[in-house]
């Protein structure tokens, strides 16, 4: 299967002396990254001769899925550099997508909007966001997606931003949670593609080091200092790919590696890739072999032995919680190589796009035909066990371990097979709706208000066909009532005066062990 491989979406940054568009002249439309992108595929394919073009484009993160104004102040980024993209013409309907489109988020999303489909769904007509964590079929070929960035302290905490977002939350709203990570590392059935924002901690090493510091000075510290990339993509990696990750020939080459094409920095282009907090992380490094996240909570006894014997039994030291038990490595998890690409976003001069044939490790036992975007089997059997374990917008239970979630996946397996898929219901229906307004340059680019909370009817049918409780769904009355009491600076974050709380300058990675920002972003992996 010929599918395409693209970076990011968010269009080039505005030299930075520039002064602010006026809020009611935004720049002209139709010359967006989106169109550029699909138009690149098409010359691409036209230049080999491929007249069956691609079956498939995959984008890894900030794609700016921006419907209107109101969205641009959920997203991470200064307000003198907001552009509205082309991407609402595809939401309103005015274009459609030519190529089947499969993303996940990155740090720089309308957050807002991907937050409404948790668990996945169309954006757009054709264009389908893999949601915080999900597999899915496109045919024969399993896809794995895994959105958001590395941040330590944010790391085990629920996802509890809700509309209007505060400043921090603006930001916290697309860290990695543990959670998800978690229900990823259940998959125990080959994973043919594999798609995440930040690239895995450490691949570098694997590949060509020496000339990626030396055209991107400011990775080696990071890198050195074990804090370049995700700790949570690299435990998915050597979980679901059962080896250590590489790409062929153990190389990152020079066509495969962020900015090798483009050594000579741009003095005009800010530096969106970092996550903007500084924050200390004490996270203890995995041990070698180990395919889970440990506890960024450090523990600390500061009294006396003695001194404790002598206090009540309600003061005594409480029992440590049993470790959770992990399974051997998956019998259907043979591939022993991944092939890592990293690509850069749409810019000219800068390799964004990479096109590829790839197939699937399973032989096909279906009849030939067009092939079909399907929910896993597995990954539905997955989401029911947790959707019964807790909330995720609350306190979810600590991680039982691979032995607990095991026997709990096989007997949801049973219920998916008789419910759904003996049932035909396993095809991901085309059942995109608008939720919020179309654009209006009437607007303009910085408007008083955030947009509001939506309960998107994709996750409400998700959520009844998997027969599991909708976290993200809440009344009227409840969303105005936060809205009333949410900070005058919170309803109109990122306004004309300031963004997101942004700083300025563009440093390199978080301090203090594991704290890094997780660097090199916009990856695929196979």
Not at 167 to 181: A, I, N, Q
Not at 324 to 329: A, F, V
Not at 490 to 519: C, E, I, K, P
């Amino acid at each position: 299967m010929r599918i395409a491989v693209e970076g990011c979406v968010r269009p080039p940054s505005p030299p930075h002396n520039s002064p602010n568009p006026h809020p009611t002249n935004p720049p002209p439309q139709g010359h967006g990254t989106l169109h550029s992108i699909y138009a690149s595929i098409a010359k691409t394919c036209e230049l080999n001769n491929w007249l069956d073009g691609i079956s498939l484009l995959i984008i890894g993160g900030d794609f700016q899925a921006v419907r209107n104004s109101h969205d641009l102040p959920t997203m991470s980024v200064p307000a003198k550099y907001r552009a509205i993209g082309d991407f609402h013409e595809y939401y309103s309907g005015r274009r459609r997508a030519p190529y089947l489109t499969l993303f996940v988020g990155g740090n720089h999303e309308a957050s807002g909007y991907l937050r409404e489909l948790y668990y996945g769904g169309w954006v757009a007509p054709n264009i389908y966001y893999l949601g915080a964590a999900s597999v899915v079929r496109f045919g024969e070929l399993r896809i794995m997606g895994m959105s958001g960035i590395w941040n330590g302290p944010d790391y085990r905490k629920a996802l509890f931003e809700r509309l209007p977002y505060g400043g921090r939350e603006v930001r916290s709203v697309y860290h990695t949670r543990e959670w998800d990570v978690r229900k990823l590392l259940q998959v125990r059935e080959q994973v043919d593609v594999g798609v995440s924002h930040d690239w895995p901690r450490g691949v570098e090493w694997d590949g060509d080091w020496k000339g990626l510091f030396k055209r991107k000075d400011l990775f080696e510290k990071d890198a050195r200092e074990g804090k370049l990339g995700s700790e949570a993509a690299s435990a998915v990696v050597k979980h679901d790919q059962a080896g250590k990750v590489k790409s062929d020939e153990g190389k990152l080459e020079d066509d495969e590696v962020e900015a090798l094409a483009a050594p000579v920095r741009n003095v005009d282009e800010i530096d969106l890739d970092m996550d903007e907090e500084e924050e200390v992380d004490a996270t203890p490094r995995p041990s070698k072999g180990q395919n889970h996240i440990q506890s960024t909570a450090q523990s600390s006894d500061i009294v006396p032995e003695d001194l404790r014997a002598q206090l009540p039994a309600s003061f005594a030291k409480p029992e440590p919680p049993p470790p959770s038990k992990s399974l051997p490595q998956p019998p259907d998890i043979k591939n022993k190589t991944t092939h890592f690409l990293a690509l850069d976003k749409c810019i000219p001069h800068r390799k964004f796009l990479q096109i590829l044939d790839v197939d699937s490790v399973r032989q096909s036992t279906s009849k030939k035909g067009p092939p079909q975007l399907s929910y896993d089997k597995e990954w539905l059997a997955i989401t029911r066990v947790f959707a019964a374990e807790g909330d995720p917008t609350s306190n979810f239970p600590k991680d039982r371990g691979q032995a607990h979630y095991a026997p709990l996946i096989d007997a949801e397996n049973e219920w998916i097979e008789q419910n759904l898929v003996q049932t035909g219901r396993m095809v991901i229906p085309e059942n995109f709706e608008r939720t919020a307004p179309v654009y209006d340059p009437a607007v303009g680019l910085y408007p008083k208000e955030q947009s509001k909370e939506y309960t998107n009817p994709q996750t409400i049918a998700f959520c009844d066909l998997l027969q599991i409780v909708n976290h993200f769904d809440a009344s009227e009355e409840e969303r105005e009532e936060r809205r009333r009491h949410a900070p005058q600076e919170d309803r109109n974050q990122g306004g004309r005066g300031g963004g997101a709380g942004w700083r300025g300058g563009r440093g390199h990675g978080g301090r203090g062990g594991g704290g890094g920002r997780g660097r090199g972003r916009g990856r695929g992996y196979r």
